[in-house]
Nanobody, 120 residues
Framework: QVQLVESGGGLVQAGGSLRLSCVAS????????MGWYRQAPGKQRDLVAS???????YYADFVKGRFTISRDNAKNAVYLQMNSLKPEDTAVYYC??????????????WGQGTQVTVSS
């Protein structure tokens, strides 16, 4: 069984910073893709940033230049450094990873989400 646990959300003023963390645990053999998504009330879940096992990054246009994704393969962790936060960044942020375990083929796993609220 695999679990993804996010942390680091909270309330911050516009212009401030937060760092989200997501750690995967369980009988993990390999983690390929790791990404951060977000969902605001009444809106669809959008991809914010992602990183592959080879280190290739992707950023949505609305966070380019402000957010940085990184990963620590030894810790099965992915991070999202969020700077210059705006009120429109307010959302629940979810971690998603494609993981192969000792007993199952590669599949998607989601974390429970962490709330980020940016006040104006």
């Amino acid at each position: 069984q695999v679990q993804l646990v996010e942390s680091g959300g909270g309330l911050v003023q516009a212009g401030g910073s937060l760092r989200l963390s997501c750690v995967a645990s369980g009988s993990i053999f390999n983690i390929n893709y790791m990404g951060w998504y977000r969902q605001a009330p009444g809106k669809q879940r959008d991809l914010v940033a992602s990183i592959t096992s080879g280190g290739t990054n992707y950023y949505a246009d609305f966070v380019k230049g402000r957010f940085t994704i990184s990963r620590d393969n030894a810790k099965n962790a992915v991070y999202l450094q969020m700077n210059s936060l705006k009120p429109e960044d307010t959302a629940v942020y979810y971690c998603m990873s494609t993981i192969t375990t000792m007993t199952t083929a590669r599949q998607h796993y989601w974390g429970q989400g962490t709330q980020v609220t940016v006040s104006s």
